[in-house]
């Protein structure tokens, strides 16, 4: 079975600032992708970012990045130069490319609130 | 940009009756998923169509829930004789089959969800 644990359930910024929201999981599958959406108060799901288990990179897609660090399984993600536009819940997800078919597992989330 | 579209985007019932979902995904999207989201936790995975075919069923899809994709482009999402406990934001969500079973190229993108309240 596949888990992800979110211990934040919420995180206060101030602007400019860089914020890391924390992520760990738990797999016994060997090749696995990690997710991380962005979900407004609207209620939409965006994709932010993705970091495979056998990337050799961390991944980066503008101000988002990912702090992948295998050995311990925590794939925590950084915003730089948080704006106001951040705030939202943060939800980090995984699938396995063996186990578990299609399906993403998600965590609780961590809602961040941007402060002006 | 056609993402994935949810109708409608709020439903009010009352306990008893039946509701019908429907989820448009991305035209060239050939997986097509269904969640659940009840508030305060993430999305809990609940069956995912491959063209016209379910694939998979989550055990939270209790014999009230049918999802259909009849023709592998939209598709239905179904609750008889609601309960309360069934108020959540349901949420669609679609991807490509990647022919090399790349994780990458299998990007679930979501559409913003039907809030279910049940009275």
């Known amino acids: 079975a596949q888990k992800i644990t979110q211990t934040q359930p919420g995180m206060f910024v101030q602007e400019k600032e860089a914020v890391t929201l924390d992520c760990t999981y738990d797999?016994?599958?060997?090749?696995?992708?990690l997710f991380w959406y962005k979900q407004p108060s609207s209620g939409e799901m965006i994709f932010l970012i993705y970091q495979g288990s056998y990337d050799q990179q961390n991944a980066t897609e503008g101000r988002y990045s990912l702090n992948f660090q295998k050995a311990r399984k925590s794939a925590n993600l950084v915003i730089s130069a948080s704006q106001l536009g951040d705030s939202a819940m943060y939800f980090c997800a995984m699938r396995g490319l063996i186990q578990g078919a299609q399906k993403l597992v998600f965590g609780q989330g961590t809602r961040l609130t941007i402060n002006p | 940009d056609t993402g994935v579209s949810q109708d409608p985007r709020h439903k009010i019932t009352k306990r008893g009756q039946n509701v019908t979902f429907r989820c448009d995904p991305i035209?060239?999207?050939?997986?097509l998923y269904w969640y659940r989201q009840t508030l305060g936790q993430g999305p809990e995975f609940l069956t995912y169509f491959q063209n016209e075919a379910q694939l998979e069923k989550s055990r939270l899809l209790s014999d009230r829930f049918s999802a259909e994709r009849p023709k592998g482009s939209f598709s239905t999402l179904e609750i008889q004789r609601t309960e309360q406990g069934d108020s959540a934001m349901y949420l669609c969500a679609s991807s490509l089959r990647s022919l090399g079973g790349s994780i990458r190229g299998e990007t679930q993108y979501f559409g913003p969800g039907t809030r279910l309240l049940v009275l």
């Open positions: 035209s060239e999207h050939n997986r």
């Open positions: 797999t016994s599958d060997p090749s696995y992708g």
